[in-house]
Nanobody, 124 residues
Framework: QVQLVESGGGLVQAGGSLRLSCAAS????????MGWFRQTPRKEREFVAT????????YYADSVKGRFTISRDNAKNTVYLQMNSLNHEDTAVYYC?????????????????WGQGTQVTVSS
């Protein structure tokens, strides 16, 4: 079992930055690929970014590529999402998720554990 707790969301002006954190419980954090997803009331939950077990491989949705950076610190059982150049379309609830695989994974149903989400609101 893995429990995930996101933090770092909030209100930011367009063009600004935020850094989300996701703290995981348990001793086996490094055995999981991690991902970030986001959801708005009008859209299904969509993939944002994923990172493999070691942090050596990442993959991003086209909509955030070049602006967002996913990273992890296995010693701290934490995954991060640095978000720069935010715009109104980035407004959403952001979810952290853990998948029982070592490599990057983008499919929603590949993730076994989910956090409760953190709200990010970008004002124009």
């Amino acid at each position: 079992q893995v429990q995930l707790v996101e933090s770092g969301g909030g209100l930011v002006q367009a063009g600004g930055s935020l850094r989300l954190s996701c703290a995981a419980s348990g001793r086996t954090f490094s055995r999981y690929a991690m991902g970030w997803f986001r959801q708005t009331p009008r859209k299904e939950r969509e993939f944002v970014a994923t990172i493999n077990w070691s942090g050596g491989s990442t993959y991003y949705a086209d909509s955030v590529k070049g602006r967002f950076t996913i990273s992890r610190d296995n010693a701290k059982n934490t995954v991060y999402l640095q978000m720069n150049s935010l715009n109104h379309e980035d407004t959403a609830v952001y979810y952290c998720a853990a998948a029982r695989v070592l490599s990057t994974v983008t499919a929603f149903d590949s993730y076994a554990y989910w956090g409760q989400g953190t709200q990010v609101t970008v004002s124009s």
